[in-house]
């Protein structure tokens, strides 16, 4: 019996992954471009108001989810026996006790947060942390602008300086490729800490005046929403008249325990710069002056010269709003196996309706009303960074943002992929799915997930996110058959190689195009949706996405312009790289080689 049994189960597995369809229930097969419509057609209906995290729209979404998790016999996996997982957002203040010690050939100065240095109000559980200092000009890595102060140099352990705004030959996006300078020291060179310039004006935010948004709230890089990243005026009608939002009390707003120790992000102004190149043959004033005028910056070695970081920052929480994922698990069918897991996520909330009347008279034709929150986004203005498009026509009195493709295209995938494992044949590992609240104001969902997790986290061998999968990148017929991968090699090439080897056994392969996982992409995706909360825990992550296009985070972003039958191609494919990640019998190497595919790129990556 056990053993004929097991043999169907693989038989069922190896004809799915060959795409032939197989007879019965479940599987790849039971994922249809009619049931993924029907379930749109609730998820992103103005009955649910935009979704907002916070509103009655998106507790009706969740319990839509919930229910058909019950109906499919899926396992609640949340808070006592529930589907849900309660996420708690907290407002805190913050009591700034840290600062940085500088030793230059054997004389030391200290300086105290916001006596020449800054810390990021959330700069994370105490700790101390020492290394040499290493001063790498503009801090930027960009090969192909050209541009690679990272060049000939290993930071690793070590604390990275920069100066500057970048060279005049800075391309596009040229803003959060600044403001991504800490945290690539960190993630890709492996500093221990980063220190950069205060600069004011073009991105600062208003809470963490002169501190580059990445680094002043790490809990506020939400994506694919750059509002979080814009000063609050700039949020405009999108932001300012969301239906819902409670104010915000607190220096800042997380969801993440407050004890994490995080390397230290910190800027600084001239008098600490003074003092670290006080003895570097090299004046600082000399230095300054050529990064004012965006010149070349000579290389400096800064011998002798040691930085010691003391983080000490007393946490008070002084708010705390509730919203809540939606969690669900498939039992693996290996009992050794089955405390194992593949995740599986997309967000449900969205960006909620408009509060406010629409203008009267739009800044210009190319930004009307909305515009804001996705007008930046690849540039220019351009919606959807889609240049040379405009934003399409509202229905008269239409308010509701029903994000049809962001990210309710991504809710029902992962509804059809629960299905598909939930009635057909179970693999090896537990698969556990996760609908994220609040992805929109900031990974809230996720964050918390990736703090407090549901399932032990070193038993998840990977994650598979999903964010907006039902269009064309700019409406574009030549994008039909093309979905964009980000992140599949950054932590595991052998993860990459098992996606494309799903693809490749598909009966109508995908084209799989990386040019957002280029780590030169100025729209930083990878950081900006919520695989990234598990991808700073370790675990290797895909991120699936077809791409912006002019509706993007606008009232026009509907049902009716999904391409349903590509939504259930991707959700097979997802589907598909799933099922192998769970019949593996070890978990995928994490190599962490960092991006290797990027623009123009396709295929595996040999060994
Ligand atoms: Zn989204």
Aim: neutral net charge; glycine residues 14%.
């Amino acid at each position: 019996m056990k053993s004929r049994f097991m043999a169907a189960v693989c038989a069922a597995v190896v004809a799915l992954s060959l795409g032939v369809h197989a007879q019965g229930k479940g599987g790849a097969a039971s994922i249809t471009p009619a049931e993924l419509k029907d379930w749109l057609s609730y998820i992103a209906s103005d009955q649910l108001q935009g979704r907002q995290v916070y509103t009655e729209g998106l507790g009706l979404a969740a319990s839509y989810i919930a229910d058909h998790l019950k109906e499919w016999n899926v396992k609640p996996a949340g808070d006592d026996g529930t589907y849900f997982q309660v996420v708690k957002v907290n407002g805190v203040n913050v009591t700034r006790n840290s600062s940085v010690t500088v030793t230059v050939n054997g004389q030391t100065k200290t300086f105290k947060d916001g006596e020449g240095v800054t810390f990021p109000a959330n700069a994370g559980g105490k700790q101390t942390v020492s290394g040499q200092a290493e001063f790498v000009g503009y801090g930027l890595s960009l090969p192909e602008a050209g541009i690679d102060d990272y060049k000939g140099r290993d930071v690793s352990g070590k604390v990275v300086l920069y100066v500057g705004r970048g060279p005049k030959s800075m391309p596009a996006g040229g803003n959060r490729l600044l403001g991504a300078r800490a945290r690539n020291a960190i993630e890709l060179s492996h500093a221990v800490a980063a220190i950069g310039p205060s600069i004011g004006g073009g991105f600062g935010r208003g809470a963490g005046a002169g501190t580059p948004a990445a680094t002043a709230t790490p809990a506020t890089t939400a994506t694919p929403t750059p509002t979080a990243a814009q000063p609050a005026a700039g949020r405009g009608a999108a932001g300012g008249g969301r239906g819902g939002a409670n104010a915000t009390l607190g220096d800042f707003t997380t969801v993440q325990r407050l004890d994490n120790k995080v390397p230290p992000q910190i800027t600084a102004g001239d008098e600490f710069f003074d003092f670290i190149f006080s003895a570097a043959g090299q004046k600082y004033a000399d230095i300054k002056a050529k990064a004012d005028g965006q010149d070349a910056i000579p290389a400096v070695a800064l011998n002798n010269v040691s930085i010691t970081i003391n983080v000490d920052a007393d946490y008070t929480i002084v708010q705390t709003r509730l919203t809540r994922n939606v969690v669900g698990i498939v039992e693996g069918s290996d009992p050794k196996l089955k405390d194992t897991y593949v995740l599986f996520g997309a967000h449900y909330d969205h960006i909620g309706y408009q509060q406010t009347p629409p203008r009267q008279q739009p800044a210009s034709p190319q930004r009307p009303q909305g515009a804001e929150a996705g007008g930046g986004f690849g540039g220019g203005n351009a919606p959807g960074g889609c240049t040379g498009q405009q934003r399409d026509t509202p229905k008269a009195g239409d308010v509701i943002n029903n994000g049809a493709d962001d990210d309710g295209s991504g809710t029902v995938g992962v509804m059809a992929i629960a299905k598909a494992f939930a009635t057909g044949p179970k693999p090896k590992r537990s698969v556990m799915f996760v609908w994220h609240a609040g992805e929109e104001a900031g990974l809230l969902g996720s964050r918390y997930m990736a703090d407090y997790p549901e399932v032990p986290l070193d038993k998840v061998s990977a994650q598979l996110n999903i964010d907006m999968i039902g269009r064309n990148r700019c409406d574009e017929a030549s994008e039909a058959n093309t979905v964009y991968l980000v992140g599949s090699d950054r932590i595991s090439t052998e993860l990459h190689n098992l996606n494309e080897d799903a693809n490749a056994a598909l009966a109508a392969p995908m084209k799989l195009d990386y040019e957002f996982n280029d780590p030169a992409d100025p729209e930083s995706i990878y950081t900006r949706s919520d695989h990234y909360s598990y991808a700073s825990k370790g675990i290797p992550i895909i991120f699936y996405t077809t791409g912006l296009h002019r509706d993007y985070h606008y009232v026009t972003d509907e049902v009716g312009k999904i391409e349903f039958s590509k939504l259930a191609h991707i959700a097979q494919l997802v589907y598909t790289t799933g099922v192998k990640v769970a019949n593996l019998d070890h978990f995928p190497a994490r190599d962490n080689k960092g991006p290797r595919k990027g623009k123009g790129a396709s295929g595996k990556i040999g060994s």
